[in-house]
């Protein structure tokens, strides 16, 4: 929507800066995408044995709260592989004439990072048997997006559409922690900031990694 409100009001060229811009940020969301894709029957199952009584809810707690600090993790190599994108990818393949495209995409960066965390919480409050939340969210950024983008972009061009595009994201990622917080009973410590044993856990992966072997 952003791309075709730009083409109404802006160049092609400012179409095509900011296009490649987008595109580059947009790999930030592939590892919160695949989280998400394994968080959503995880949290549902471990839901399940709560209410059964095969596990407490501190246990489904500790559980969720673990996969979440490791989505806050990930943006940090993340935002490095990007930045290094943008700095280094844009001038050697696009060229000088695609110079505005680096500063877009950290325009982008902060908002695309929020909103991949708040992909996580969305299945995180889906697992936990809400998903109208869901719905709310994606409604109320839908209108913040319509009205940020017909505000900026007419003005601004490329600039305003990188600038409402991050805040739509970050609004994203605001209701995806108010929703979290009305379905869960965890402390925004316990569920946002990784710890010295979230880190060691991609030792071990590495550890398992260097001993495996095809076919053994």
Do not use: C, N
Not at 95 to 119: C, E, N, Q, R, S
Not at 136 to 149: D, E, P, Q, V
């Amino acid at each position: 929507m952003h791309v075709l409100s730009l083409a109404a009001y802006a160049s092609t060229r400012d179409v095509g800066v900011y296009s490649v811009a987008l595109t580059l940020t947009a790999v930030a969301w592939v590892l919160p995408q695949a989280l998400q894709t394994v968080l959503f029957p995880r949290v549902a199952s471990l839901d399940e044995a709560t209410i059964a009584g095969e596990i407490s809810a501190e246990e489904s707690d500790a559980a969720l709260s673990k996969a979440i600090r490791h989505g806050v993790l990930l943006t940090l190599p993340t935002a490095v592989v990007i930045s290094l994108l943008l700095l280094v990818a844009v001038p050697l393949l696009y060229g000088g004439k695609f110079h505005d495209t680096i500063w877009l995409g950290f325009v982008l960066l902060p908002g695309t990072l929020l909103l991949g965390i708040a992909k996580i919480l969305g299945s995180a409050i889906a697992g936990r048997g809400y998903p109208r939340y869901a719905l709310y969210a994606s409604g109320a950024s839908a209108l913040s997006a319509l009205a940020l983008y017909f505000g900026l972009i007419p003005v601004f061009h490329a600039w305003g559409a990188a600038t409402a595009s991050s805040l739509t994201y970050a609004f994203g990622a605001f209701l995806g922690l108010y929703f979290f917080r009305r379905v869960t009973s965890m402390g925004l410590r316990e569920a946002f900031v990784p710890r010295a044993d979230d880190v060691a856990d991609y030792g071990g992966l590495m550890r398992l990694a260097r001993a495996w072997r095809p076919g053994r």
